[in-house]
């Protein structure tokens, strides 16, 4: 009896409970809960069998010192998505829902070797020369524009409203992207990652960066795109399209989400107050125990080996649990004792996120700015009726209904790298628009 009440209990939906099926991480089940799936997986001990969509199988590594034993060894794992051996074998169809974040691209993310370090180089060195006080001030311009469209009606979806939109701003700025381009960059970025008509939406996303590239080739200007071309990597139009539209894609939503957990962590947490003292701490414990990206890094061993505990074939897809590892027993132990040991919610190793710091600053940048303006900001529904996006990848809230008391917005933003524009007022009218008006409606907002 006492044997039989501490075995593990399989969370609701969970296919372990007929006979031990592997654990799906897609459905509203998992998203409403992850944590008990992760507290379930570990009777499996370090690595779990999962199912990212129907037919999609991986191995899920659970347990922080494998996770980070897998990130650093890029000799035995192996980024190339090319060796994925069920995709290959012809069991993962085209129209998978997982297939456009795990599928090859030649980009730094999918790639090993020397040919990594060539075009990761080219990455990190092109970010690094973003000026930190450009970014703050172009993180400060959009977020004025965004509240602006809001905060005379009292009410927003931080989520569709801000925490989606303010990255795809931020990043069209930093790259240089002139209004028609920029719109359909953000069109195409969010139909990707929405599902709406998302074979259409990259077409026109990969379209848009390819004539950014063939822009900046004939015009080259003071940012991101620009310096990437310029870098002794020397890289084709092939490989400019394709590491701009990482960072464009693999850093807008990731940056949406942390910002968006933030904010619910900030209106749901009384420990926290609003005051720009907080928000760092909020955002630190938020990447410890609701990372933006929960499960990802998908490697394939490069020979058949032993692997926490398991045996995994070469080709095999093999995926690490950020989230399961940062909130394991031995990692919350080592954390409220004091130690050093570091989250892995920006991943580890060699293929570690490029724009750790960028991303903290715009985050960081864009919260205190929201809640400076509208400091009364609450939530208008009970914290447990909010729904998280199901999906594998992804911890991402659906919407984030807030209230405060309205307030006309006042602009005070000046283009950087442009010549200052006069300030505007913006009567109520404009701010209770119900459709943004993109890209090109921020720059003709900025020289208003």
């Known amino acids: 009896m006492d044997a039989q009440s501490a075995a593990p209990v399989p969370p609701p939906g969970c296919p372990a409970h007929n006979s031990g099926g592997r654990v799906p991480l897609y459905g509203p089940e998992f998203a409403a809960d992850p944590q008990a799936y992760y507290e379930f997986m570990r009777h499996y001990g370090p690595t779990a069998p999962v199912e990212l969509a129907p ?47 795990l599928a090859y691209r030649p980009n730094c993310m999918f790639t090993d070797g020397a040919e990594h370090l060539r075009l990761r180089q080219a990455v990190t060195d092109s970010m690094a020369r973003v000026d930190s006080r450009r970014l703050a001030r172009s993180t400060t311009q959009v977020s004025d ?4 469209q809001f905060s005379a009606r009292g009410s927003a979806d931080l989520v569709s409203d801000y925490a989606k939109q303010l990255p795809l701003f931020v990043f069209n700025e930093l790259f240089g992207c002139p209004a028609e381009i920029g719109d359909r960059v953000l069109f195409g970025i969010s139909g990707m990652f929405d599902g709406v008509n998302a074979e259409k939406a990259a077409e026109v996303f990969f379209q848009a960066v390819g004539e950014l590239v063939a822009l900046k080739r004939a015009k080259p200007g003071d940012d991101v795109a620009s310096w990437l071309m310029q870098h002794e990597a020397r890289l084709t139009d092939e490989e400019m399209v394709y590491q701009l539209a990482l960072l464009l894609g693999a850093g807008a939503e ?20 609003h005051d720009g003292g907080l928000i760092g701490e909020a955002l630190e414990d938020t990447l410890w125990e609701n990372p933006p990206m929960s499960n990802y890094a998908p490697h394939y061993p490069a020979s058949d080996m032993e692997f926490g505990g398991g045996k995994l074939a070469a080709g095999d897809l093999v995926l690490v649990s950020f989230a399961a590892a940062n ?20 991943s580890a190793g060699p293929h570690a996120c490029p724009s750790k710091d960028p991303a903290m600053h715009i985050t960081v940048t864009a919260i205190e700015n929201l809640l400076n303006r509208l400091p009364d900001t609450q939530l208008t529904v009970p914290e447990d009726s909010l729904t998280w996006r199901p999906g594998p990848f992804n911890r991402a809230l659906a919407t984030l209904p807030t209230r405060f008391t309205p307030v006309q917005p006042a602009r005070q933003a000046t283009a950087p ?32």
């Open 55 to 101: 037919g999609v199988e991986a191995t899920l590594v659970t347990d922080y010192s494998s996770a980070l034993q897998l990130l650093q060894d890029s000799g035995s794992f192996r980024k190339d998505a090319r060796r994925w051996r069920a995709f290959n074998d012809g069991k993962i169809g085209p129209d998978s829902p997982v297939l456009p974040l």
């Open 145 to 148: 524009y965004l509240i602006a």
């Open 254 to 273: 990731p940056l949406r989400n942390l910002i968006g957990n933030t904010l619910h962590r900030l209106l749901t947490n009384d420990k926290y107050a």
């Open 327 to 346: 909130t394991g027993p031995a990692l919350s132990a080592a954390r409220q004792a004091g130690s050093s040991r570091a989250h892995l919610a920006w």
């Open 417 to 448: 790298s442009r010549t200052e524009a006069p300030a505007r007022d913006n009567d109520a009218a404009t701010a209770r628009k119900p459709e943004r008006s993109g890209w090109s409606g921020f720059l003709s907002w900025l020289r208003g």
